[in-house]
């Protein structure tokens, strides 16, 4: 007669490592850990010895993790320390008051208004945030074109306008007026 011949071997077919070969248990079988055994991997587990189809391997996915910083990744699962604090500010650099260091335009952009910015100047416009070499300085003297000393350079009436008056100027007349210019 054939004998079999013994193997020794786990013969639990709900084990790791059963044997289908073992017709004798010895009595060290190892459970099912279900996991992602592959250590490249960001979920790697060590302790399992199965990957299962249910439980997939997850790659590292690099960014920054801050939720409030600017730049936050929501697929990262991985910080590579790259995160960018959040700057508000106007982003439009075609504006006056641009900051080229923000990153999150918050409405106060301005736009640029062209004028005479210097307050000493005869035409200064409060609105300006842009000089644009307008400015002219005063110019004091009489500015009413209707007066006698009337100068067409002023810009700014100094109050020394003298009004016509008719008359004779001759000083031998026997009309003269003495108030005549």
Known sequence: SCLTPIIYGCT???AF?????????DNNCEPIIEGCTDDTMW???????????????IPFIYGCMDITAFNYNILANTDDN????VVEGCTDDTMWNYNEDANINDGSCIPFIYGCTDDTMWNYNENANTDDGSCIAFAYGCTDP????????????DGSCIPFIYGCMDEEACNYDSSAN
């Open 12 to 14: 639990d077919i709900t």
């Open 82 to 85: 790259s995160c960018i604090a």
């Open 17 to 25: 490592n059963y044997n289908v070969f073992a017709n004798v248990e």
């Open 146 to 157: 209707t007066a006698w000393n009337f100068d067409s350079s002023a810009n700014t009436d």
């Open 43 to 57: 979920n790697y587990d060590s302790t399992a010895n199965t990957d299962y189809d249910g439980v997939l391997c």
